[in-house]
Nanobody, 126 residues
Framework: QVQLVESGGGLVQAGGSLRLSCAAS????????MGWFRQAPEKEREFVAA????????YYADSVKGRFTISRDNAVNTMYLQMNSLKPEDTAVYYC???????????????????WGQGTQVTVSS
């Protein structure tokens, strides 16, 4: 059974930083692309960032480009999201997801992912 467990969320002031982690099990982690999504209250879940199976390719939403960095360590089956220069509009529940394929192709599409974590809350105060 595939499990994705996010951690690292919390409350931070605007301009601050957080690092999210996503620990994966139950699947050969290194064979699949991975992604981060977020969902704010009363809004649809939206794409944040994705990374290919090897970590060699990444893809970001325009809203986080230059502020967030996605990475992975296949040796420990974990993906990360380093979030810097946080803004109040970054407040949301952040979800990690395992992609159906190896690449970042179509990475912004929710239906490209077949396993999801339960999410971790990130709150940015102004």
């Amino acid at each position: 059974q595939v499990q994705l467990v996010e951690s690292g969320g919390g409350l931070v002031q605007a301009g601050g930083s957080l690092r999210l982690s996503c620990a994966a099990s139950g699947r050969t982690f290194s064979r699949y692309g991975m992604g981060w999504f977020r969902q704010a209250p009363e809004k649809e879940r939206e794409f944040v960032a994705a990374i290919s199976w090897s970590g060699g390719n990444t893809y970001y939403a325009d809203s986080v480009k230059g502020r967030f960095t996605i990475s992975r360590d296949n040796a420990v089956n974990t993906m990360y999201l380093q979030m810097n220069s946080l803004k109040p509009e970054d407040t949301a529940v952040y979800y990690c997801a395992s992609k159906r394929g190896r690449t970042v192709l179509a990475a912004a599409r929710l239906d490209e992912y077949d396993y999801w974590g339960q999410g971790t809350q990130v709150t940015v105060s102004s």
